[in-house]
């Protein structure tokens, strides 16, 4: 996958998400609009967004006078358990274009964007800031990273804190499949930073349906443990124990103050978007 590929991507998204939002209004800083309309015949050319007709060549108006620009960080789980495949999309490519996407929305809004790549037991980390060369930066290491190895040591996340002291919104994307207890420690961390915080658990639909096309046996893609399943036998156990499981993940992230959305791969990335935020506009209101 190209560079460019990545971008319109990411553009193509974000066209559809905009275009779904219509009228509807979710407010406040970072990658939530001031109520954005596309411009019609007769509008107050007062109130169009010039800053956004020059990064998107399309004509908004905005409805809100309130300009609130934030850094906007993007952790990208990037362990071997993100090879996970279900249908067209392997769970870091999946990852990859969420990301993109929501990049390339925040800095149309004037918002600076960073990076954290937690991988193969370390962490590569992208400073926020806000221009389209720094944007340019950022797909690039989105398109040129790869899923492998564990994930990050917790001993790595002390350079968490060497980021922006500028208020952070700061979006995970993860599988959030972990030996121990090494993500939620992240969290822990995280919350620790006083940021918002919000967490997309990517998910393969044949994970929640048990459905792996007649295989019977199955590989850890991080430990390599090969485990033995008999899919029609233990299909209403597994349910049951992921009800229990996704219940218990929704406990975790309501204890630590996180926004919390499961997607399954199956959901167009757009409409993942859609839905997500005009939940969380919702639960502010």
């Known amino acids: 996958m190209a560079i460019k590929d990545l971008s319109l991507g990411a553009k193509t998204i974000i066209d559809g998400f905009m275009t779904g939002l219509n009228k509807s209004s979710i407010k406040g800083p970072g990658l939530e609009f001031s ?5 019609q015949p007769g509008d107050d050319l007062r109130w169009l967004d010039w800053k956004m007709y020059g990064r998107s060549d399309r004509y908004y108006i905005r409805e809100s006078e309130v300009e609130t620009n934030i850094s906007v960080r993007f952790l990208v789980d990037a362990s071997g358990s993100m090879n996970h495949q279900d249908g067209i999309y ?5 990852a990859r274009y969420l990301a993109a996407a929501l990049a390339y929305l925040a800095n149309l809004q004037g918002d600076a964007t960073g990076l954290y790549v937690f991988q193969d037991g370390g962490l590569f980390s992208l400073a926020s800031r806000q221009d389209f060369q720094h944007l340019s930066r950022l797909f690039y290491h989105l398109e040129t990273m790869k899923a492998g190895g564990e994930f990050t040591k917790p001993v790595n996340y002390k350079d968490i804190y060497t980021g922006s002291r ?6 995970f994307i993860t599988d959030l499949y972990q030996q121990k207890s090494e993500i939620l420690d992240l969290l822990d961390t ?4 006083k940021n918002e915080v919000i967490v997309f658990h990517l998910m393969g639909r044949n ?4 459905d792996f096309k007649g295989y019977s046996v199955l590989e850890d893609l991080e430990s390599g443990e090969i485990v033995k399943i008999d899919p029609q036998n233990a299909k209403k156990e597994y349910q049951e124990n992921l009800t229990t499981y996704l219940g218990n993940i929704r406990t975790e992230m309501l204890d630590r103050h996180i926004h919390y959305r499961m997607i399954c791969m199956d959901e167009a990335p757009d409409q993942a978007l859609r839905n997500f935020l005009n939940l969380r506009n919702k639960l502010k209101a």
């Open 35 to 39: 109520q954005y309309r596309s411009y």
């Open 207 to 210: 994970e929640l349906n048990l």
């Open 90 to 94: 392997k769970k870091i490519d999946y």
């Open 166 to 171: 500028k208020k952070e919104l700061l979006i």
């Open 190 to 193: 995280l919350s620790a930073l």
